[in-house]
């Protein structure tokens, strides 16, 4: 995956303008096909390339049933896409844009978590230093 997103704040400002109501579900399933974490590990596997099953098995460390299970799930809902060459079954990501979201949202907990660490060092370094209390 080699390509950049701009995204202004007049676009997002459109966007919340345009959005009929009616859209909202289809947004929102989304969102629950990612509220996932193994959807979310098969979909940062297949970020590298497209891959068999077994690949994904093998590099999210998951067993075939449950990965199977949400992969038919997420192509019913157009998340990825699949070809069969011979008797292997091959995936992909239908569209980048929800791997952007996910990096979106993950570049955003992370940054929220920095930003509370530092508050509680600040609230640390604040603190008395007092010596415990000794016992004779």
């Not at 390509?3 to 859209?23: A, C, F, Q």
């Not at 569209?95 to 930003?115: G, I, M, P, R």
């Amino acid at each position: 995956m080699n390509k950049t997103i701009t995204i202004t704040t007049e676009e997002v400002t459109r966007w919340n303008l345009i959005l009929p109501d009616e859209m909202l579900e289809a947004v929102s399933n989304r969102f629950k096909l990612l509220s996932e974490p193994m959807r979310l590990k098969i979909l940062r596997s297949l970020c590298e390339r497209e891959r068999t099953v077994q690949e994904i098995v093998n590099a999210i460390n998951a067993n075939q049933a449950n990965v199977s299970k949400h992969l038919a799930l997420m192509h019913d809902n157009g998340m990825v896409t699949r070809r069969k060459e011979g008797l292997k079954c091959y995936y992909r990501i239908v569209d980048d844009s929800t791997v952007f979201a996910c990096y979106l949202t993950s570049k955003s907990v992370v940054e929220n978590l920095q930003h509370r660490l530092e508050q509680i060092q600040n609230y640390k370094s604040n603190l008395p230093n007092e010596e415990p209390p000794t016992t004779d």
